[in-house]
């Protein structure tokens, strides 16, 4: 069955560039939205945004200005770069794919990011 | 952005109880909601998709309701591995929003 797993830094200093890589195995990347979600320590999800397997992508306009997504179909594998990062970004975040009907049916386990100097 | 509300915030309940668990969207998002359930230290877990619909492996146990702006959650007799956080998902319009999430607790 498809899995994904989140991979990266789990400490970012201020200001800096948040880098998170998930890798989906068991399966395919391509003909999915693959999608990016958060969740700072005991607080509520927040959806980051997503791409498609062609390279389209949309963003939560609360941080667009911040956010890239990327995809490398030949690695299965699909990124998000968050800059400028402050203590509120402190987050575990998640990778998800998103089926068609919008919603998030297969997750990562998810990896915790603190910012702090 | 649609708001999602979810009420109560918290729940106790024992084994065997019935559980429902709210969630009001801030405007009509016809069908599109989901439910996912939370356990500590664990990613969400997708129960319910287009507001009814159960998710493939779900125990029947649980079923969702509602379109519009007003939705339900039913656990129709808890379980001891069903104590859980529960969120709920509007995927009407863009971008998409959770609940503030609703804790079930043992009694």
């Known amino acids: 069955q498809v899995q994904l797993q989140e991979s990266g830094p789990g400490l970012v200093k201020p200001s800096e560039t948040l880098s998170l890589t998930c890798t989906v195995s068991?399966?395919?990347?391509?003909?999915?939205?693959w999608s990016w979600i958060r969740q700072p320590p005991g607080k509520g999800l927040e959806w980051i945004g997503y791409?498609?397997?062609?390279?389209?992508?949309n963003y939560n306009p609360a941080l667009k200005s911040r956010v890239t997504i990327s995809i490398d179909t030949s690695k299965n594998q699909f990124s998000l770069n968050l800059s400028s990062v402050t203590a509120a970004d402190t987050a575990v975040y998640y990778c998800?794919?998103?089926?068609?009907?919008?919603?998030?049916?297969?997750w990562g386990q998810g990896t915790m990011v603190t910012v702090s100097s | 952005d649609i708001q999602m509300t979810q009420s109560p915030s918290s729940v106790s309940a024992s084994v065997g109880d019935r559980v429902t668990i709210t969630c009001r969207a801030s405007?009509?998002?016809?069908?599109?909601l989901a439910w996912y359930q939370q356990k500590p230290g664990k990613a969400p877990k997708l129960l319910i998709y287009?507001?009814?619909s159960l998710q493939s492996g779900v125990p029947s146990r649980f079923s969702g309701s509602g379109s519009g702006t007003d939705f339900t959650l039913t656990i129709s007799s808890l379980q001891p591995e069903d104590f859980a956080t529960y969120y709920c998902?509007?995927?009407?319009?863009?971008?998409?929003?959770f609940g503030g999430g609703t804790k079930v607790e043992i009694k």
């Open positions: 405007q009509g998002i016809s069908s599109w």
């Open positions: 791409i498609y397997s062609n390279g389209n992508s």
């Open positions: 287009y507001a009814s």
């Open positions: 998902q509007q995927a009407n319009s863009f971008p998409p929003t």
């Open positions: 068991g399966g395919s990347i391509s003909s999915y939205y």
């Open positions: 998800a794919r998103r089926p068609s009907g919008g919603f998030f049916d297969i």
